[in-house]
């Protein structure tokens, strides 16, 4: 008698509460769906421009090479097209227009892409997956694995071969390869004469921003996107027979706080320029 009121009380629930639940079930993915949707072109949204125009071209270049093959899953990011395209149509590929820099000099070889541009193309093709894993389109694992960290790294021992073999530069895109003090002069100066006979205003603010990007070490869309309020000084203690002045800015929405909340970046004024 016991066995059977238990029995009766753990029966399988009845057509009518299994369909119900299903209905609920379904209802919350769609509603989950829905958010997760709202919060991608959100973030979509929210790029900079900068970023728009770096990685459109590149992804719409990898969907074409996926129609090209005629892949079953069409432009959906795998590893292995990743990793394929990346080493087929990409690494090692010449540039399809010469630069103002390589025309005058008159080089007879063809250049190739550089790294950061094979790291670019890395970067818009992860973004493009990531968008696909958020939409439900794709479930695969993120791309960059071990195959694309060997992959990278043998790419960049080769361009460290051809920049000996070459007898390249080494200062270029260095920190040699800035301004120095001369010409940091120079700029100053050029920036107050333009005061004196177009509009001040006009000319203070872009040799704000110089000066702002250069100390800071700060990207275009950083200095453009910072306000006077968010600017402060402090002094540093012990550095010196005289006082010592930090300025720090900070940023609520660039590249330096996208992830991360609030960015700051710190810098001093050079004695040997003239004060704003």
Not at 203 to 222: K, N
Request: proline share 2%; aromatic share 8%.
């Amino acid at each position: 008698m016991m066995f059977s009121k238990l029995f009766s009380a753990s029966k399988a629930p009845v057509e009518g509460e299994e369909t119900a639940q299903l209905d609920i079930e379904t209802i919350n993915e769609q509603y989950m769906l829905d958010a997760v949707s709202t919060a991608l072109e959100n973030a979509l949204t929210s790029k900079s421009q900068a970023t728009k125009n770096t990685y459109g071209p590149k992804q719409k270049e990898y969907q074409a090479w996926c129609a090209l093959r005629q892949f079953k899953d069409g432009s959906l990011v795998t590893e292995k097209k990743f990793i394929t395209f990346l080493q087929t149509q990409v690494a090692g590929r010449s540039l399809r227009r010469l630069t103002k820099k390589h025309k005058a000099t008159g080089s007879l070889t063809t250049p190739v892409l550089k790294m950061k541009t094979v790291g670019l193309y890395a970067a818009a093709i992860v973004s493009l997956w990531a968008a696909q894993h958020a939409r439900g389109e794709t479930t695969g694992t993120h791309p960059k694995t071990m195959v694309f960290c060997g992959l990278m790294q043998t790419l960049h021992q080769k361009a460290h071969a051809k920049k000996i073999r070459d007898f390249e530069d080494r200062g270029i895109n260095t920190l040699l390869d800035g301004y120095n003090e001369q010409q940091m002069m120079a700029l100053a100066a050029l920036f107050w004469e333009n005061g004196l006979t177009t509009k001040v205003g006009i000319s203070m603010r872009t040799y704000a921003d110089f000066l702002l990007r250069h100390y800071g070490l700060l990207r275009g869309s950083e200095t453009r996107q910072a306000f006077l309020s968010e600017m402060m000084a402090m002094k540093l203690e012990r550095e010196g027979s005289t006082e010592c002045w930090a300025m720090i800015l900070g940023f609520s929405a660039s590249k330096l706080s996208s992830s991360s909340g609030d960015g700051t970046s710190a810098m001093s004024r050079s004695p040997t320029l003239p004060h704003m």
